[in-house]
Each structure stands twice: as C-alpha cells, then as structure tokens.
C-alpha cells in the first residue's frame, strides 16, 4: 500500500465487498428505524401511516418492559460468571497432561455444536421433564418429589441449558490462553516461594485477563440476543422473558410491527449500554 | 552461605539416562560455570539444584543438610532465567518485591530491599515501568535483581547472556562478576559459551552428555586438559589435533597443537602446508593452513600484520613443550 496508484486500486477492490456490507447492515437497520414509527398492524388494516414516537411509549409503558430488561441482564451475567469461573477451572483441569487428553479435548467442545434448538429440547424432555426427566428419576430415587424445573426454577434452568452450551466456548479460548503462558514465568513463581494459588492468582489469572474480556465481549453480543432456548422450553413464560422475547412476542403473537420495532431499537440501544460498560470496565485489558 | 553438593546424582526421562552418575561439590562463594555444547544435560544438572526436576537418585545437600526432596521455594536458591521470566503485568519494583512479598516480609523491609537492589543495579530510572518497555539488558538487570532481593544462598543463571548483542554480553558479563565479588554468595553459571565460562569462572566444570569431563580453573583446563574433548572444547580458536604418523612420532595417539604455540614462517619449519583463508582480527590474524598431514585445516595465531595471502606457501613449527598428547582413549599422556 505504498503508492497513491495501489493505494486507489485497493479501495476500489473493496468496495464492492463494503457495499454489499453496508447494505446487509443498513437495510434492516432502516427498515426497524422506519417501522418503528409507523402503525402497521398485518392482520388488523396493515400500515396505517405514521404513529410518531407512540410505539416507543407504548412499548416502555407496558408493565412487560422492565422485567423484560432484568431478565435479559440476569441471564446473560449469570451465564457469564459461569461461563468464565467454570471455563477458567476447566482449562486449568485439561492443560494438565493426562492420558487421552486429545480425545477429551475434543468432546469438552462437543456442546458447542449442537444447535440451541436441539440442546434446549434434550434437556427439557430428557433431564427436566417432571415425570419422565432424569432429574426427576434420580430425586424419585432418594425419596424427594420431582421438580418441576421450567415452571418452578425457570431463570435457574434456562441459565443451565445456556451456560451448558457456552461453556466450551469458553474453556477452549481460555485453554489456548494458557497454553501460550511461558513455563519459565511459573517457575521463576515457583522459585520466588509462591505457592499453587497463589501462582494462579499472580501470575495465571493476570495473563488470562486479555482472553477473559474477550470471552466476556463475544459471549454478551450473542448472549443479548439468545431466543432459541426460552422458545422451546418456557416459550416466555415463568420470568423467563427477555427483551429479544418480548419483541419477538409483541410482532407475531400480537401482530404489531411497529411496536416490535420500536422493541428492536431499545434492544439496540440496551446492547450499546452495556457494550460501552463492558469497554469501560475490562476494554483496558485489551490495550496493554 | 551456600555449599552445594552433589552425591551420586541421576537424572532419567523415561528410559532415557541424561545424566549418570554424577558427584560434584561447589564451594561457599564460588563462582563455577557449567559449559559443554547443548544437550550436554547442563541445564538439566541446574534445574536439579533448583529443584525444578526431581532427581532419579542420588542425594543433594546445601549447606550440608539434605535438600533432595525439598521444594525450590524451601532450598534458599534464586534462579536467573535465560526468557528472563519477568512477570509481565506487574511493574520493575513489583517484579523485584514479589518474591518477598511471598515470603510475607513487612512492607518497610520489602521498600528498603527493592531500593536497595535499585541502587546496586541503577534500575532507578525506570523502576516504575513494566517489562515490556524495558530493552533486552535492563531486563536482564531486573531479573537479576529479583535475584538479589531474597538474598539466596547461591545465584543459579540459565544462559542469561545468550539472548543479548555481543557488545551488550561483554557489559553484563562484567557486571555479573562486579555483583559477584560484592556479594561474594556461590553463582553457579550455565552457558554453551567457552569464552563466557573462561573469563567469568573462578571453578569450571565441563559436561559432555551428562558426564563431568573435567573440573577446574580457567587455567588449569586450558593448560591441561584431562581429555581430547577438553581440549578441543576449551580455547579459542580451537586446539588442532593431529592424528596418524605425525603424532606416532611423539608416541601418543593424537597429539593437540593451540594455534597460539605454533610459530609460522615462510622459510623453514616442521610442517609445509599452503595458506587458506585468513580471519583477520587486527590485533591477531588467524590463518587456516592446508596440507598439513592428519588435520586440516590447521589454525594458526600470528600478529596483526600478515605477509602471506591465499595460495602461498607457509611452515609451521609446534612448541614442543605446549604440546598435548593424548593416548586411544582419548586421556591425557602426562
């Protein structure tokens, strides 16, 4: 990229590729903004023309707003804080070397793959069923009654299935981050007198600190928008609904586009709160 | 204080013995440098002292009680590393007092200490920055002042000079040995490097795959090494060493000729060889003679000032009482 003339060569051969980005972006962006503002209701009349910012009101005044937003902020920290403590042992636990360690490795990352859908409906049908779950055998066998997980723990149950799938993720970003940190560091710790903990706490965890943010960053964009999960377990019900859920229920099930969309861009802003919050407190990690 | 010795001590990986049996005793305040070419098991022998390996069998004692089983932490030793190993999140004066802040020492003592390592050390100008700032000596000077701080029974260093530039090896070298004779406490000093272990060592002991070849003072091995492999290891340049009819004459098997006891000549001498390629120094001028028989080339040490170029004819005559005889095996013929 040295001369004027390469230089224009590689903006031109760019900007196809930024066009076409720029339009997956901005089209749905401008379509939410758009009929956020208008009252478009598809089986009631259809577009009924402009609403100004009644939609915004309306979807902040419903007694469904609040705990929609404390329940998304509880689920999404709960699976972070166990995600990352649980992640953080796990990959102490297989940088250690052990027989089969590869084979391990690998099925440690198998949740990862299975869709949300499917996950959601094994643990729903075959641990948490009241009647015919796993759970509900094993309390049977100890003479307690079976919960009724989804209805009586739902938040709880929800957060588990969740953190479930997102544990690997973490553990296999994490173990990398290990991997990388140069034996000589925790031997010289070692010589200097500190003892196993105190060598995870000074010198391990300090160096986990860059992987961790970045755990904590990708992990709370996805997590903000999960919806497959609540879906098939308690299709939003028990506490269980979050913002996207919310939103997702005000389009299809009461049939209101531009109150769902003036829902979308809350969500928008919400996701820039606390992404401006997460720089804040763990993005300085990043710099160093 | 700080006597260390080594009694029947293994090392085995697996099924793999990379040090036999081995005994060795480094005296209180000595400064003695382990030296042998890489894989010779001399860090291998450090990491033991320290207690980073356990040893097979074998005992090690410091200050004469047993510390075989002991862990590093517990043996009194401080470790010089050749990555340095600085921790990199914390600052120079955090880095320097962590080891004491393990050992849980009252926050006026650890300042006095870090000062005091600062001072030694000219850390004080950038005491309050972080490792990654620092260039590649100071960080050696930091790693030496964690060192410092606890003071240890003895100093191991891990080929620290081995990651610097010439110029800046030949400073620290010296500082190394200023520190030494200041705190007169036992350094043990491993390096591939035979002018390191020469100029620094008040003892040398050299390791040829696990094996002690010889132990020593700097002069004792360069002017009588135990074996062939001595003799070749230590100087520089390179002791010559003639096989064949030539060293039948003077009844040994091999015969070791330092290109420093030859005298060269254009007219006359023993040997008759032509003149190859000439390393010029300015100060000396080292000349790599073909044809002579049973080694070739042949190195030879003269003045700055050279006659002789590429292709010439040039004689060389040994000094016969500089020279060493070895027998089949290699040992020295007294």
Known sequence: MATKASRSAARLMMAPAVVLLMAWMLVPLSMTVWFSFRKYLPLRGGD???????????????????????????????????????????????????????????????????????????????????????????????????????????????????????????????????????????????????????????????????????????????LLSIFAEIFVTTGGAFGTRTLTYLIFQRVLESQNVGLGSAGGVYAIILANIVALFLMRIVGKNLDA | MGQIELKQVTKSFGDVQVIPPLDLTIEDGEFTVFVGPSGCGKSTLLRLIAGLEDITTGHIAIDGTDATGLVPAKRGLAMVFQSYALYPHMSVRKNIAFPLRMAKMDKAEIDKRVAAAAEVLNLGDYIDRRPGQLSGGQR???????????????????????????????????????????????????????????????????????????????????????????????????????????????????????????????????????????????????????????????????????????????????????????????????
């Open chain 1, 48 to 222: 009924l023309g402009f609403a100004g910012f009644e939609n915004y009101g309306r979807f902040v005044s419903s007694s469904s707003f609040w705990p929609a937003v404390s329940t998304t902020l509880i689920i999404v920290g709960s699976v972070l804080v166990i995600t990352v403590v649980l992640g953080v042992l796990l990959a102490l636990l297989l940088d250690q070397p052990f027989w089969g360690q590869g084979v391990v490795r690998i099925l440690i990352i198998a949740p990862f793959f299975v869709m949300p859908t499917v996950s959601a409906l094994v643990w729903k049908n075959m641990f948490m069923d009241p009647t015919n779950g796993l759970f509900a055998h094993l309390w049977r066998l100890f003479g307690a009654d079976p919960v009724a997980w989804l209805s009586e723990a739902s938040t709880g149950s929800v957060v588990l299935i969740i953190a479930w799938r997102w544990l690997p993720f973490a553990t296999l970003i994490l173990l990398t981050a290990i991997q990388s940190l140069d034996s000589e560091q925790l031997e010289a710790a070692e010589m200097d007198g500190a003892g196993p903990l105190q060598r995870f706490g000074h010198i391990i965890l300090p160096h986990l600190g860059r992987a961790i943010t970045i755990v904590i960053l990708i992990q709370t964009i996805f």
């Open chain 2, 140 to 334: 050696q000077r930091v790693a030496i002042g964690r060192a410092i701080v606890r003071e240890p029974a003895a100093f191991l260093f891990d080929e620290p000079l081995s990651n610097l530039d010439a110029a800046l090896r030949v400073g620290m070298r010296m500082e190394i040995m200023e520190l030494h004779k200041k705190l007169d406490t036992t350094m043990i000093y491993v390096t591939h490097d035979q002018v390191e272990a020469m100029t620094m060592a008040d003892k040398i002991v050299v390791l040829q795959a696990g094996n002690i070849e010889q132990v020593g003072s700097p002069l004792e091995l360069y002017q009588h090494p135990r074996n062939k492999f001595v003799a070749g290891f230590i100087g520089s340049p390179r002791m010559n060493l003639i096989e064949g009819p030539e060293a039948a004459k003077h009844d040994a098997t091999t015969i070791g000729i330092r290109p420093e006891h030859t005298r060269l000549s254009t007219t006359e001498g023993t040997w008759q060889g032509t003149v190859g390629v000439a390393e010029h120094l300015g100060s000396d001028t080292f000349l790599h003679i073909h044809g002579i028989p049973g080694c070739d080339p042949f190195t030879v040490r003269t003045g700055g000032e050279v006659a002789l170029s590429h292709g010439d004819t040039a004689f060389l005559t040994p000094d016969p009482d500089k020279m060493h005889r070895f027998d089949a095996q290699g040992l020295r013929i007294a």
